[in-house]
T-cell receptor, first 110, second 114 residues
Framework: TQLLEQSPQFLSIQEGENLTVYCNSSSVFSSLQWYRQEPGEGPVLLVTVVTGGEVKKLKRLTFQFGDARKDSSLHITAAQPGDTGLYLCAGAGSARQLTFGSGTQLTVLP | ETGVTQSPTHLIKTRGQQVTLRCSSQSGHNTVSWYQQALGQGPQFIFQYYREEENGRGNFPPRFSGLQFPNYSSELNVNALELDDSALYLC?????????????FGPGTRLTVL
């Protein structure tokens, strides 16, 4: 069974601060996706990383896939209240299903 | 391009009843996956359908069953509802030929079992 552990579980910061969310596993994934979910809505895909060591940037968000394709991180620079939400990582293995982490609930205070 | 839609948005049932949830996939997508998301948790994979056939199943009992129709829409059926079945049920569609398995989610159905 493939498992993904996310940390921290909860994060509350002031507007303008930087933060990093981690996603770790003992399993290798063919790709890893990051989603953001707001209350009452489904997860929205932010990015897919595929290659070990890959770094992708989406405005103030930087995503990195570990060299061994077992872990990933999401770094947000100068967080804004609009970044508030549940951030989920999900790994795709040999099966077609996605294995999700438990999520990081981010609150950015104005 | 039409996104993933789900119905109903909310549902209240009592223990022992049966429920059917519906999902219309995004245009051009032939694969539908269903997930259960308990409060404060990440989604848990229930099963996936590809071209009307079940294509993978998570650790859920047989009372969770599904269908996919020729237009790639899908249903999730749950029999003999239990209190622990209360959750947000998410449907996601994807292009089965994509190697990255990127999935696009609907807004979910919030099921409450009393």
């Amino acid at each position: 069974t493939q498992l993904l552990e996310q940390s921290p579980q909860f994060l509350s910061i002031q507007e303008g601060e930087n933060l990093t969310v981690y996603c770790n596993s003992s399993s290798v994934f063919s790709s890893l996706q990051w989603y953001r979910q707001e209350p009452g809505e489904g997860p929205v895909l932010l990015v897919t990383v595929v290659t070990g060591g890959e770094v992708k940037k989406l405005k103030r968000l930087t995503f990195q896939f570990g060299d061994a394709r077992k872990d990933s991180s999401l770094h947000i620079t100068a967080a804004q209240p609009g970044d508030t939400g549940l951030y989920l990582c999900a790994g795709a293995g040999s099966a077609r299903q996605l294995t999700f982490g438990s999520g990081t609930q981010l609150t950015v205070l104005p | 391009e039409t996104g993933v839609t789900q119905s109903p948005t909310h549902l209240i049932k009592t223990r022992g009843q049966q429920v059917t949830l519906r999902c219309s996939s995004q245009s051009g997508h032939n694969t539908v996956s269903w997930y259960q998301q308990a409060l404060g948790q990440g989604p848990q994979f229930i099963f996936q359908y590809y071209r009307e056939e079940e294509n993978g199943r998570g650790n859920f009992p047989p009372r969770f069953s599904g269908l996919q129709f020729p237009n790639y829409s899908s249903e999730l059926n749950v029999n003999a509802l239990e209190l622990d079945d209360s959750a947000l049920y998410l449907c996601a569609s994807s292009d089965g030929t994509s190697g990255y398995n990127e999935q696009f989610f609907g807004p979910g159905t919030r099921l409450t079992v009393l």
